[in-house]
Nanobody, 122 residues
Framework: QVQLVESGGGLVQPGGSLRLSCAVS????????MRWYRQALGKQRDLVAT???????NYADSVKGRFTISRDNAKNTLYLQMNNLKYEDTAVYYC????????????????WGQGTQVTVSS
């Protein structure tokens, strides 16, 4: 089993910052790609940022220059530093990883966290 636990969400004023974390645990052999998604109320889940095992990053246009994705492979933890937050960043943020486990050593499956709420409001 693989567990992903997000933390760091909350209420912040426009222009403020938050740092999300996603701790990955379980019988993990290897983690490949890691991602952050977000889903605003009544809308589809959108990809926000990705980071490969080689630390190559990509961002949605709406967050470029404001958000930074990073990972600590020693801790199996994913981060999202969010600066200059805007009202439209309000959403539930989900982390997702592609991981192989002791039960499935040669296949990578995608796992999801439960989400953390980010609310930008004055």
């Amino acid at each position: 089993q693989v567990q992903l636990v997000e933390s760091g969400g909350g209420l912040v004023q426009p222009g403020g910052s938050l740092r999300l974390s996603c701790a990955v645990s379980g019988s993990i052999i290897s983690i490949n790609g890691m991602r952050w998604y977000r889903q605003a109320l009544g809308k589809q889940r959108d990809l926000v940022a990705t980071i490969t095992s080689g630390a190559t990053t990509n961002y949605a246009d709406s967050v470029k220059g404001r958000f930074t994705i990073s990972r600590d492979n020693a801790k199996n933890t994913l981060y999202l530093q969010m600066n200059n937050l805007k009202y439209e960043d309000t959403a539930v943020y989900y982390c997702s990883v592609d991981a192989s486990t002791e039960r499935n050593r040669f296949h990578f499956f995608r796992y999801w966290g439960q989400g953390t709420q980010v609310t930008v409001s004055s």
